[in-house]
């Protein structure tokens, strides 16, 4: 398992971030902000990013892909956390295709997975039914019905939900909420007859939707993978994205904690630089610590899912560890960031404040730390 970057990744993170700092600056996310963009990012900025290759790293070479796996990702999305870069990359790509390769068909993938590479397409996994994430408490309904399927029920907290071509929703044919066992997984066409999608206004301002199932039909075509079976690809699709926003969560921390620092180099109070107070060095020391320990995390995080040899379970552990370590030194340092800036930090007059909302909900997004660590002791008992 490798903690560090090959020569090759640590090329595309320098362009990743050169390309991010030039072409999708913090000032443009200001300005998706306050124009009101509905799809919440700048599309001709993601056919850029998909004419670089960005949306085929993970998938294999057969499939149209360039075969670079999650650690290959993982620098994409430190980049965009340094620059608070807004894209579909998570949704239609990381959580989107990769559960139309690991479930779908044959006629799915042809279908769809080359549209999505190469950002003809889009669409949005809907999972969530509380405000709090929980996949294996899917209660949406999806009943046999005329050779097909009768969808019922509601999801919320659709990343990038709104526009989008189609959704993966998580429906139970079988079994209670809390089961894995009786999860499947359909294709559901935005235009579907039946299905009313909302926005849903989160205080990052990025895309984000409510939808309602009312009776929505739908053949046995819309079916990925086994009837009742598709836990095991969901939660590996749900591991890239949360190894993927732990690696955001990242960028965003090292980015917002080099401001802080050069925030402590220039300010003046009492006559002397408030970087020379002991206590603030004291501070600041211990966040780089903190900072260390995430990446550490982070990147056995992304390593262990392009370890075929490691279990699902450890697998599984690994990202818990890395979201939850990634997510609680985010949200230390942003609290410290606002803290040592003063009353500033929390003004829209400074990048700092842009930098917590997002944090605040990354952390929340496929899995709080309450969570992470539930799951990740569920997976040590696992393994004893």
Partial sequence: MSLVYSEEQRLLADSAREFLAARSPVAAQRRLRDEACEPGYDPQLWQETVGLGWSAIPFPEALGGLNFGCMGLGPIFEAMGRNLSASPLLSSVVLGGSL???????????????????????????LDEKPRHGPVHTALTATAEF???RLDGEKFFVIDGLGVDAYLVAARTDGQ???????????????TPGLQVSALSLIDSRNYAQLRFSAVQLGSEALLGTLGAAWPALDEALDRGRACLAAELLGAAEQLFALTLDYLKTRVQFDALIGSFQALQHRAARLHV????????VMAALSALDDSALSAAERGRLVSLG?????????????????????????????????????RVVQACLGDSDFQCARYAAFESLEK
């Fill in 323 to 359: 979201k939850w370590k990634a997510g609680e030194a985010a949200a230390r340092i942003s609290n410290e960031a606002v803290q040592m800036h003063g009353g500033i930090g929390v003004t829209d007059e400074l990048d700092v404040g842009l930098y917590l909302k997002r944090i």
């Fill in 177 to 191: 909420a809390g089961e894995e066992q009786g999860i499947s997984v359909f294709l559901v066409p935005a235009d």
């Fill in 147 to 149: 050779g097909g399927y």
């Fill in 100 to 126: 139309i390769h690991l479930a779908g068909s044959a006629a799915q993938q042809d279908q769809w997975l080359t549209a999505l590479i190469s950002g003809e397409r889009r669409m949005a996994m809907a």
């Fill in 290 to 297: 903190e900072l260390q320990l995430a990446r550490s995390a």
